[in-house]
């Protein structure tokens, strides 16, 4: 069964960067599509980023396209969010998921994914 854990959250003022990882284990992570997602309190889970199995093709929200960048360490099981020019409604906890049923261009939708980690929170604020 493949694990998720989410680390690198923080707080970090508002033009800051930070990187989040998900390190996986139980299952070699080249054969998943990961996919990035947040939550702020009182709003909808939204899809960030998401790098397609195998191809390592990317997708991202409209939102952070720019400004965060999904890539994946496949000798170090982990994926990472690059998260640069950090916003204030940047805030969130920010969870990775994965899946093996998507076949190419992974997509940002939370439906299509069966695999969470546990989260972390980000925080952008003066």
């Known amino acids: 069964q493949l694990q998720l854990v989410e680390s690198g959250g923080g707080l970090v003022q508002p033009g800051g960067s930070l990187r989040l990882s998900c390190a996986a284990s139980g299952f070699t992570l080249g054969v998943y599509a990961i996919g990035w997602f947040r939550q702020a309190p009182g709003k909808e889970r939204e899809g960030v980023s998401c790098?397609?199995?195998?191809?390592?093709?990317?997708n991202y929200a409209d939102s952070v396209k720019g400004r965060f960048t999904i890539s994946r360490d496949n000798a170090k099981n982990t994926v990472y969010l690059q998260m640069n020019s950090l916003k204030p409604e940047d805030t969130a906890i920010y969870y990775c998921?994965?899946?093996?049923?998507?076949?190419?261009?992974?997509?940002?939708?939370?439906?299509?994914?069966?695999?969470w980690g546990q989260g972390t929170q980000v925080t952008v604020s003066s």
């Open positions: 998921a994965g899946t093996a049923h998507l076949i190419g261009l992974c997509v940002t939708d939370g439906k299509k994914y069966d695999h």
């Open positions: 790098i397609s199995r195998g191809s390592g093709s990317t």
